[in-house]
Structure formats: C-alpha cells, structure tokens
C-alpha cells in the first residue's frame, strides 16, 4: 500500500505587463509504505518548474465555456542515489476546457503533452512508459462530489496508466471553510513512480487532497 501526498503552490514572478502569467511552481509526490514495520517512504518525485499560465486564454470568466493554456519546463527527480537515482527534465503544454453546465456543475477536459530535453540515461525506457501525452476528465458540482478520471496511454498504448478519483469537500461533513477534501482513487497501469518507471502496479487508496 502507498499514500500519495501531492501539493503544488504558483507564484506569479511579476505584475509587469510583460511577465503577465509566467509563474514558478512545486510539485512533489511521495509513496509511503504504510505497511512496512519502520514506515518508510519507497519513493518521492521533486518537481520545480518554471512557466506561463494563462487562466482565461480563450472566453471570459462569466462565459460557460472557458480555456486555459499553461506551457512550461520542469524537472523531476527523486533524489536518490546509486541504481536507484532517476531524473529528467522536459518541457511541456497543458490546456484545461471547462463548460460551466449550471451554477454549480462543470465538466473540465484537460489534454497535455509533453517532450523529454536532454537524455534519460537514469531512466532508459522513461519515453515509453509515460509516452508524450495524457488527457484527465473530470466531472461534478464545485463544491461537492467530482469524479476524473485520466489516462496516459505510453508510447504506442503499450504501456497505460489509468487513474480514477473522487473526491469530496471535507468542510461538508466538519463544517469551517478549508478547501480540503476527501479523496479515493484507482490506480492501475506503469510508470506512476520514478523509481520503478517501468514496473506495472495497481494500487486503491484512501486520504485526504489539498486540491482537486
């Protein structure tokens, strides 16, 4: 069993006109061994990166359709060493298609694509395990039950991913008003870890999301 803890925080370099929307940001992702005596994490993904985000790229905010466009270059590593140290950086885009259904219900589409800069020496098989591309689906009220799922088929659809999630506004079941939520997810498919890129796995769990 592996918990997957993932959180992500954009700050806007500047207001200059200029610089409108470009951005750093920090994701990680961790796998804890919940299930092994001293509880150790079996794998962890740093990834900074920097980029350009643009919320309203086609459609305005009160529009039912509306298109954003983010492009950046990020590198992810585990920070391991020795067989099992893996690395890569690679630059890639991302649009998110939201239709705004009623006042409360939306449907999101988001489609990525990306491509590997430099080698990938640490992981030699890396390009066709995760492939170039994913697309997440997602569907519900905005606040209260949404279900996604995504796939990343892998170079040739040999080597899919496939993710389903739901989740839920915590502060619907406690009351106050963080944004957190309750979360399960599927997950089936290769390359979801860095360390083992090129290993299937299946994997069901349970916990609670800081974004969704």
């Not at 799922?149 to 496939?162: I, Q």
């Not at 619907?172 to 008003?177: F, K």
Request: net charge negative; hydrophobic share 35%.
């Amino acid at each position: 069993e592996a918990l997957r803890l993932a959180a992500e925080h954009h700050e806007p370099l500047s207001n200059a006109y200029a610089l409108t929307g470009l951005g750093l940001a920090y994701t990680q992702v961790s796998f804890w061994n919940l299930d092994q005596p001293s509880k150790p994490f079996y794998d962890n993904s740093y990834k900074p990166e920097l980029h350009w985000y643009d919320r309203a790229f086609v459609g305005a905010a009160a529009d039912p359709w509306q298109a954003s466009l983010r492009v950046g270059v990020q590198h992810e590593s585990n920070g391991q060493d020795g067989d099992d140290s893996r690395s890569l950086n690679n630059a890639y885009a991302q649009s998110t298609l939201t239709w705004r259904i009623d006042d409360r219900r939306v449907l999101r589409l988001t489609p990525r694509v990306w491509d590997y800069l430099g080698d990938l020496e640490d992981n030699p098989r890396l390009n066709e395990t995760r492939g170039h591309w994913s697309c997440q689906v997602a569907y519900g009220w905005r606040d209260d039950l949404m279900a996604s799922v995504e796939l990343r088929p892998g170079a040739g659809g040999r080597y899919p991913l496939f993710t389903a999630e739901v989740t839920y506004p915590l502060h619907r079941i406690t009351g106050g008003n963080v944004p957190i939520f309750l979360m399960a997810q599927a997950v089936t498919g290769y390359g979801e870890t860095l360390r083992a890129y090129d290993a299937y796995d299946s994997a069901v769990r349970i916990g609670i999301a800081l974004v969704r």
